[in-house]
T-cell receptor, first 114, second 111 residues
Framework: AQSVSQHNHHVILSEAASLELGCNYS??????LFWYVQYPGQHLQLLLK??????LVKGIKGFEAEFIKSKFSFNLRKPSVQWSDTAEYFC????????????FGSGTRLSIRP | SQTIHQWPATLVQPVGSPLSLECTVE??????LYWYRQAAGRGLQLLFY??????ISSEVPQNLSASRPQDRQFILSSKKLLLSDSGFYLC??????????FGNGTRLTVT
């Protein structure tokens, strides 16, 4: 079955540290890839997306993600985190199939120490 | 412009009572519609999705049901709530090859 894995359930960093959140998916075909963020008390927002083209995708708030097809990965990165980045981060995939429904990872909670 | 409305924002219901959560979308036609649940400490779980009026697919067996009486209306229901139904429920819509758009969610507490 198609799935999305986020291996880090809870990440704790200090401000200005660099961030990388892992995301791997299991689907051999073409995919669209997304990272969503949910700040405390708010609803999900789109951080960035990859459909095609340059595998290094720039998103909002200084985030970027790199699609590595050979590794089935779409890791999220930020060179220097801020306290306001404290949130839950979800990786998601839409496989190109007849169903084409979005599949979410289980999420990674990011806590930033001021 | 396209908008999604989901209500109520919060709900406290006793065990065994019925449930009805409503979601409507404006500014689009024939969207795919979804109900997700985010249980405490866990990720998003797809409950139901619909590709058209009257077409509902269920992902997880449970005591919940969904209906799509109109193109842009998606309703999540239960005849008798369980304690384990507590959680954060999100309605979402999408058009082909576009990001998912989420409603503001409903926090359901079953007591």
């Amino acid at each position: 079955a198609q799935s999305v894995s986020q291996h880090n359930h809870h990440v704790i960093l200090s401000e200005a540290a660099s961030l990388e959140l892992g995301c791997n998916y299991s689907y051999g075909g073409t995919v669209n890839l997304f990272w969503y963020v949910q700040y405390p008390g708010q609803h999900l927002q789109l951080l960035l997306k990859y459909f095609s083209g340059d595998p290094l995708v720039k998103g909002i708030k200084g985030f970027e993600a790199e699609f590595i097809k050979s590794k089935f990965s779409f890791n999220l990165r930020k060179p220097s985190v801020q306290w306001s980045d404290t949130a839950e981060y979800f990786c998601a995939v839409i496989p190109y199939s007849s169903a084409s429904k979005i599949i979410f990872g289980s999420g990674t909670r990011l806590s930033i120490r001021p | 412009s396209q908008t999604i409305h989901q209500w109520p924002a919060t709900l406290v219901q006793p065990v065994g009572s019925p449930l009805s959560l409503e979601c409507t979308v404006e500014g689009t036609s024939n969207p795919n519609l979804y109900w997700y649940r985010q249980a405490a400490g866990r990720g998003l779980q797809l409950l139901f999705y619909s590709v058209g009026i009257g077409q509902i697919s269920s992902e997880v067996p449970q005591n919940l049901s969904a209906s799509r009486p109109q193109d842009r209306q998606f309703i999540l229901s239960s005849k008798k709530l369980l304690l384990s139904d507590s959680g954060f429920y999100l309605c979402a819509w999408e058009e082909w090859n576009s990001p998912l758009h989420f409603g503001n969610g409903t926090r359901l507490t079953v007591t």
